[in-house]
């Protein structure tokens, strides 16, 4: 049975930054492209981060390039997301999700697993 499961997500000033965690268990990141999502109240959920099944390739929302960066633990069989630079705008859940297959997609109906998700709440 898979589980991706979220952690790090937190109350966080405009300008800080944040480390989101994704444990995996069923499955091993390096063999799945993983992906983060995110769904701000009233918002559709919009794609943040993804990376490929070798970690060689990275995806990123325009919004959050150079802000964030998308990474594999795969000792601890763990993606992280660290965001930088925040705004407010960041506030949202933030989900992790997997997919089989090579390419880093962004629709989240290409994802066949996503965990519970976290909070992340940006202050102005």
């Known amino acids: 049975q898979v589980q991706l499961v979220e952690s790090g997500g937190g109350l966080v000033q405009a300008g800080g930054s944040l480390r989101l965690s994704c444990a995996a268990s069923g499955l091993t990141v390096s063999g799945y492209v993983m992906g983060w999502f995110r769904q701000a109240p009233g918002k559709e959920r919009e794609f943040v981060a993804g990376i490929s099944a070798s970690g060689s390739r990275t995806r990123y929302a325009d919004f959050v390039k150079g802000r964030f960066t998308i990474s594999i633990n795969s000792a601890k069989n763990t993606v992280h997301l660290q965001m930088n630079s925040q705004n407010p705008e960041d506030t949202a859940v933030y989900y992790c999700?997997?997919?089989?297959?090579?390419?880093?997609?962004?629709?989240?109906?290409?994802?066949?697993?996503w965990g519970q998700g976290t909070q992340v709440t940006v202050s102005s």
């Open positions: 999700a997997a997919r089989r297959g090579w390419l880093v997609f962004t629709l989240g109906d290409d994802y066949e697993y």
